[in-house]
Every structure is written in structure tokens, then in C-alpha cells.
């Protein structure tokens, strides 16, 4: 089955730091960008980052830079997030999700059932 | 970056009643606008791409229409199985953005 699951999410101190994991199956991972989407608790989509198929290019949220680093590894097909120095504010459902092109922007047609992460004291 | 105003936040029909939802982009896309469907407690789903270009096994009372800058999405004949949060987002550049949602319940 073609889908996306992702893992690692759980329950930070501010300041702390976590590594959200999305293991990726039954499509040709390195054919396809893939970007992090989050949703904090009952508010809309917000989109993170995103890495081209070869991990040549890489961009962030202005409100993630500098503190997230996205990277995948096309071998284990998978895609992962390096959360550092936490905040309150970075509390949501994090997704991955596959763009439909090698790179850049456009239709995210598959999409992870996400993981949460809650940074709180 | 480029903003995505939708319109409404969330609207209340009938069953088989015409809906519509809006999205202005704060500057020209073209068509590279999409619509997504986020069921409630799931993941989204897209929908539509390219503005009009209906995905794969999506029904055919979804629609969408519109360039440059304003952009509808319709759902001819609203079925219970629609309640859901629906979503525009423009791909013209990153970052990627999105509208602020319509929520679509049931009267």
C-alpha cells in the first residue's frame, strides 16, 4: 500500500529537541520532493519545509529557520525532521507529505497521518 | 510570501444544496492553486490541482475554477460524507501556503 507514516513525536520541555521519522512505502521515494506540514491544535495548515529528491534543495518556514533541519535518506526511503530549541508556539500535527514533482513546489498528493508534538513545561 | 484569503471560515447547507468556496491570492499564481479535503481527525486529501484538474477516484460534484488571482471551489450537491474542513494552497513559489479553511457542516 502507498503511504506514509511518521513517528517520533511526543511530549518536549521548551528548548528541548526531537527528530520526527516518516518511513515512506510502495512508491519510488527518490523520484519525489517531500515536505513537513503542521497543524496546531484546531487551526489550519501550516507549512514547515521541504527537500528536493536528492536533497539538493532544502527550504524552511521563516518561523522554523535556523532551528529545524530537514533531510532524507533515499536508501531506507525515508524523510526526517530535526527539531532544536523547542517553543510553545511549534505544538501540532506534524505531516509529511509527497509532492507530485522532483522538486520545488506544487500538489501534495499523499500525505502521512501525522505525529504530535507537545512542547510544554 | 504570497497570502491566501478564503471565504467563509465556515458555512452550514443542506443536502444536494450548490456550495461554494472562495480564495484570493495577494498576488498572481496563474493556476498553481489546489484544494484539499480534511475530513474531520484524518489527514488532507487533495482534491483538485492546478486550480480545476480533478485528482483521480475524487467525485464529480467537486469542481474548481478560477487564474491570476481569484479562485472558487464548488461542491454541486452536498452529501453528508462532505463535512469536512476544505483548504486552498498556492504552489506559484514557496513557502507553500494556505488558505485559512472553510469548515462545511451539514443543516
Known amino acids: 500500500e502507498v503511504q506514509l507514516v511518521e513517528s517520533g513525536g511526543g511530549l518536549v520541555q521548551p528548548g528541548g529537541s526531537l527528530r520526527l521519522s516518516c518511513a515512506a512505502s510502495a512508491f519510488t521515494f527518490d523520484d519525489y520532493a517531500m515536505h513537513w506540514v503542521r497543524q496546531a491544535p484546531g487551526k489550519g495548515l501550516e507549512w514547515v519545509s521541504g527537500i528536493s529528491w536528492n536533497s539538493g534543495i532544502t527550504a524552511y518556514a521563516d518561523s522554523v529557520k535556523g532551528r529545524f533541519t530537514i533531510s532524507r535518506d533515499n536508501a531506507k526511503n525515508c524523510l526526517y525532521l530535526q527539531m532544536n530549541s523547542l517553543r510553545a508556539e511549534d505544538t501540532a500535527l506534524y505531516y509529511c507529505?509527497?509532492?507530485?514533482?522532483?522538486?520545488?513546489?506544487?500538489?501534495?498528493?499523499?500525505w502521512g497521518q501525522g505525529t504530535l508534538v507537545t512542547v510544554s513545561p | 510570501d504570497i497570502q491566501m484569503t478564503q471565504s467563509p471560515s465556515s458555512l452550514s447547507a443542506s443536502v444536494g444544496d450548490r456550495v461554494t468556496i472562495t480564495c484570493q491570492a495577494s498576488q498572481d499564481i496563474t493556476n498553481y492553486l489546489n484544494w484539499y479535503q480534511q475530513r474531520p481527525g484524518k489527514a488532507p486529501n487533495l482534491l483538485i490541482c492546478d486550480a480545476s484538474d480533478l485528482e483521480t477516484g475524487v467525485p464529480s460534484r467537486f469542481s474548481g475554477n478560477g487564474s491570476g488571482t481569484d479562485f472558487t471551489f464548488t461542491i454541486s450537491s452536498l452529501q453528508p460524507e462532505d463535512v469536512a474542513t476544505y483548504y486552498c494552497?498556492?504552489?506559484?513559489?514557496?513557502?507553500?501556503?494556505f488558505g485559512g479553511g472553510t469548515k462545511v457542516e451539514i443543516k
Open positions: 507529505a509527497k509532492l507530485t514533482v522532483a522538486a520545488g513546489s506544487g500538489p501534495l498528493d499523499l
Open positions: 494552497q498556492q504552489y506559484d513559489s514557496l513557502p507553500l501556503t
